[in-house]
């Protein structure tokens, strides 16, 4: 983390540290966080695909859009 002001030179320093650094190496690391990305994004849209099903098979859902037309609140049922 860089002090206030000093990003563009911190940023740079560490530029310079991966150019010096072996190219092996940098295409290993590269890859490792390329993975862990990848695994967090699966992890995320599996995540996601649970919250939507829970949310179509409820009967908030139906409300919801019931109460939209209606042009009134809903009454949540929480199930």
């Not at 940023?11 to 072996?22: E, F, H, N, P, W």
């Not at 829970?54 to 199930?79: Q, V």
Request: glycine fraction near 8%; charged fraction near 25%; charge should be negative.
């Amino acid at each position: 983390m860089a002090e206030p002001g000093a990003a563009l030179a911190g940023a740079l320093d560490l530029a310079q540290s991966v150019c010096l650094s072996s190219p092996v190496a940098v295409r290993a690391t590269l890859a490792a966080i390329d993975a862990q990305l990848e695994e967090l994004d699966d992890a995320g849209w599996r995540a996601t695909a649970g919250a939507l099903a829970t949310i179509t098979d409820s009967d908030d859902l139906l409300e919801g859009i019931a109460a939209f037309f209606e042009r009134r609140d809903p009454r949540w049922s929480g199930r």
